[in-house]
């Protein structure tokens, strides 16, 4: 079964920094007014830096705000400048502009943090010749959406090897680190970030690597995952299993559900429901015809007891189905790429 994922606990400022970004511009800025300079100032940062978790992360804050994320917007605006535009519309000329200068400098002391307002295309022109070791510590340090939108300008197989190498990073000594951000930092007339900065780099992993490949179109996903199968199959299949779990298709498309149910039997649903959550239940439940569910409701009330590897077998066909339908464009998962390319 594909593993559950781990949530991260969120401090009251983060959990606060996901409402106020979700909504309408001067509706955040007259909430971030009436929390004080510090507070808005805290707040500001901690938007700054909503692109390093996924988006159904701020979807157990803002439960609410689903069926606007299933309609292909962000969920939240996430980034430096939009921080700044809430800053400026929360707080007095002179307020707003220290809060401003105090964000620039909390950000630009995170490794790579010059980058935060860099277009991915001119991040990508300076990375595009450089081997796939070096493009994967910049893009481990990098928001995964934007990380997405550079490695989306390599070659297939060179982004079968960054990602390849995401996966693997392990503890990036300090001194290299800090040799790459400043000649990095050079090319962009920008300066590096402070040497007690460094503690902060962000771990590699697969976890990460699938985040980047969540963010990025379908067809960069596809040609990375496949010219990783060639030479790391597990990796492949491991990272595939992160870009897509079973209780993902609580975000997907009620026309995608009806599509996917029609590629499984009653039986099989049954099965894969076992271990799913009441929510995820309750959606295929009211994807069904009213014959059909009370079919299925009479098959789980009389359901033999299954082995744990039966129903993680189930869920794995049911994925595979719902791979197919979504490159087919029959199934939408919000929070997944939409499968339209970038060109840098």
């Given amino acids: 079964m594909p593993r559950a994922k781990t949530r991260p606990m969120l401090s009251g400022t983060r959990k606060a920094a996901v409402v106020i970004a979700s909504l309408p511009r001067e509706e955040a800025s007259k909430l971030l007014a009436r929390l ?53 519309g929360a707080l007095p000329p002179e307020e707003a502009e220290l809060a401003s200068s105090r964000l620039d400098e909390a950000v630009r002391r995170r490794p790579f943090g010059f ?73 962009f007339r920008a300066e590096p970030f402070a040497r007690s900065a460094v503690a902060s780099s962000r771990p590699g992993g697969p976890e990460i690597a699938a985040e980047i490949l969540r963010r990025a179109s379908r067809s960069t996903e596809r040609a990375a995952l496949d010219a990783l199968e060639d030479d790391s199959p597990e990796l492949a299949d491991d990272i595939r299993r992160r870009l897509f779990a079973f209780e993902d298709l609580l975000r997907a498309d009620d026309r995608g559900i009806r599509a996917l149910l029609k590629e499984v039997s009653t039986q ?36 033999r007891p299954v082995r744990l590897s039966e129903v993680e077998a189930a869920q794995m066909r049911m994925l595979e189905a719902a791979r197919r339908l979504e490159e087919s464009g029959e199934l939408f998962v919000a929070g997944r790429a939409s499968g339209e390319d970038y060109v840098v």
């Fill in 36 to 88: 004080g300079a510090d507070a808005a100032q805290a707040i500001g940062l901690e938007i700054s830096r909503l692109g390093e978790f996924p988006d159904e992360v701020a979807e157990d804050v803002l439960r609410e705000f689903a069926e606007a994320a299933r309609s292909g917007g962000p969920l939240v605006r996430e980034g430096l400048q939009s921080a700044k535009e809430l800053l400026r």
């Fill in 268 to 303: 099989e649903l049954c099965v894969a429901l076992k271990t799913a959550s009441e929510e995820l239940k309750a959606k295929f439940m009211a994807n069904l015809s009213n014959r059909a569910r009370e079919l299925l409701l009479e098959e789980m009330e009389y359901m």
């Fill in 115 to 187: 980058l935060a307002e860099a277009e991915p295309g001119a991040i990508f022109a300076q990375l595009r010749d450089e081997q796939p070791q070096t493009v994967a510590v910049v893009l481990a340090h990098l928001s995964p959406a934007k990380a997405a939108r550079v490695l989306e300008g390599f070659p297939p197989r060179v982004q079968g090897e960054v990602v390849r190498r995401i996966a693997h990073l392990a503890d990036i000594s300090p001194e290299a680190v800090r040799q790459l951000e400043e000649a990095l930092a050079s090319r």
